[in-house]
């Protein structure tokens, strides 16, 4: 059985994170970046509760704010003087499951860190960059490199589906499956994932009669009963994700450029 929860907002969504360090963190937790041609806005929602938690912008950012990634419940932003100056001017480090702010540092890009630490870097007057170590948490600022420090290591809570190009080996198998299941015959990229006994299916289609591309998401038991099958005609580009990410049982898929859908498995 699959059930599902949707989310939807204003603005179209850019960017969606699964913490990247989430080792000590809840992994329910989600970031969603929200944007246009005007406005930028950060969203946190729990999957497992199923709740938009926060959502609005922060008044120490603009629409030149860029998103670094979420590190251990912190979310990172890189802040820019401008269009004209695309080097970053700060940091700015916020609570991922409030929306609350941490943190601001001056005149510094990010390098670096390990969900306890963070690396910064700053140029000086001869354009050369120095480093800096600081801890995550709070910012403070540290004299010289951690001894604790360890190098990087991801350990998210998402997974990215597999994609399979028409060229790939496995293409036509997945494609006469999809055909033989649904009529709909699969053209460009297919998404897959197995999840809980499941096999989540991905895929874009031309329907009868129509030169307008389609995508569709298909969901299946391991009996190859149909769980879900959802046809959507309106999808965005605007994700950095491909199709669909999954974990603990869920699959999180972007139904419009303005709808997130959580299926549960």
Known sequence: MVSAKSFSFGLPIWRIM????????????????????????????????????????????????????????????????SNEQPAPKGLLAVNAANGH????????????????????????????????WHILANGEKLPEMPATWTAPAPDSAWSDSILYPPNNVYYSFLSNFVSKKTGQNPVQTI????????????????????????????????????????????????????GFIHGQNQVIYLRSELELLVLNF
């Open 191 to 242: 998404n897959y994932a197995e999840i809980n006994a499941c096999i989540v299916l991905l895929y874009y289609f031309y329907p009868q009669d129509s030169n307008t591309l389609s995508r569709s998401l298909l969901i299946l038991d391991s009996k190859k009963t149909v769980l879900w099958h959802e046809i959507s005609s309106s999808f965005g580009d605007s994700t950095s994700f491909g």
């Open 101 to 132: 702010v941490r943190w601001e540092l001056n005149q510094l890009s990010f390098v670096q860190t390990d969900g306890s630490f963070l690396q910064t870097a700053q140029q000086n007057a001869a354009q050369m960059l120095t480093y800096q």
């Open 18 to 81: 699964g913490d990247t360090l989430a080792a000590a963190t809840d992994p329910s937790l989600l970031v969603v970046e929200l944007r246009n041609r005007e406005d930028v806005v950060w969203a946190g929602l729990n999957t497992s509760t199923q709740q938009l938690i926060w959502q609005h912008t922060f008044e120490q950012t603009d629409w030149w704010t860029s998103t670094i990634g979420c590190y251990n419940g912190t979310l990172l932003l890189h802040r820019y003087a």
